[in-house]
């Protein structure tokens, strides 16, 4: 189980990382792009992926990481349930998202440490 408070935690370490309203809920933007959002309400964030990473991390458990059940979900949206996910995958999942929408400068040094895992 990871907090909201680890959440943000987590997502706000990136560069430039900035938490702003969106709707009902909270975005993680970087650069005026959205890579996370937070639902607070239901203990729930959703991560932009591509769709071959979305496919890789729902395969560990579609109870925790699925994709978003509509449309969105079709483009690489994500939700993953607080209260079920392990942090270290959480830490992934949001790494993945963050170096996906980041520009290459920010996001290079995280793209250099997961090649080298």
């Not at 890789?56 to 990481?65: E, N």
Request: proline residues 6%.
């Amino acid at each position: 189980m990871v907090t909201v408070k680890t959440f943000k935690k987590i997502v706000l370490s990136f560069p430039e990382a900035l938490e702003l309203p969106h709707f009902d809920n909270v975005s993680f933007k970087v650069r005026n792009k959205i890579f996370s959002t937070l639902n607070e309400k239901n203990n729930r964030v959703c991560v932009k992926l591509s769709l071959i990473d979305q496919s890789a991390f729902c395969s560990f458990d579609p109870a925790v990481i699925y994709p978003v059940p509509n449309k969105w979900g079709k483009m690489g949206w994500t939700n993953i349930e607080l209260d079920k996910v392990k942090k270290e995958t959480l830490l992934d999942a949001v790494t993945t998202a963050y170096i996906l929408v980041a520009p290459k400068a920010l996001s290079q040094p995280y793209s250099d440490l997961r090649d080298k895992l």
